[in-house]
């Protein structure tokens, strides 16, 4: 069994900044593609930043010049870098990571529970 642990949020004022971190642990076989998500209080679920496991990323329009997602191969991590942070940014932020599973060899989604992020102007 994977799982995956956010950490890093907290309380931050406008225009700062925080990195978020995202470890899987468990009995792991390879971790493909990592993500983040973000859920603001009365709203869906929405993606922030991809990254695959070769290293190509993609980002949501509003985060891009922003936020920078990357990751460490060998410690099964990903990060999420946020500068200039708004208080729309204000959301509890959730990693999944797709773990390659022994018995049937495919990819299967794990989530964290996620980290929340408060931004004050």
């Known amino acids: 069994q994977v799982q995956v642990v956010e950490s890093g949020g907290g309380l931050v004022q406008a225009g700062g900044s925080l990195t978020l971190s995202c470890a899987a642990s468990g009995t792991i076989i390879s971790i493909g593609q990592m993500g983040w998500y973000r859920q603001a209080p009365g709203k869906q679920r929405e993606l922030v930043a991809l990254i695959g496991s070769g290293g190509t990323t993609t980002y949501a329009d509003s985060m891009k010049g922003r936020f920078t997602i990357s990751r460490d191969i060998v410690k099964n991590t990903a990060y999420l870098r946020m500068n200039s942070l708004r208080p729309e940014d204000t959301a509890v932020y959730y990693c999944?990571?797709?773990?390659?599973?022994?018995?049937?060899?495919?990819?299967?989604?794990?989530w964290g529970q996620g980290t929340l992020v408060s931004v004050f102007s």
């Open positions: 999944k990571a797709d773990s390659l599973e022994r018995k049937t060899y495919k990819y299967l989604e794990v």
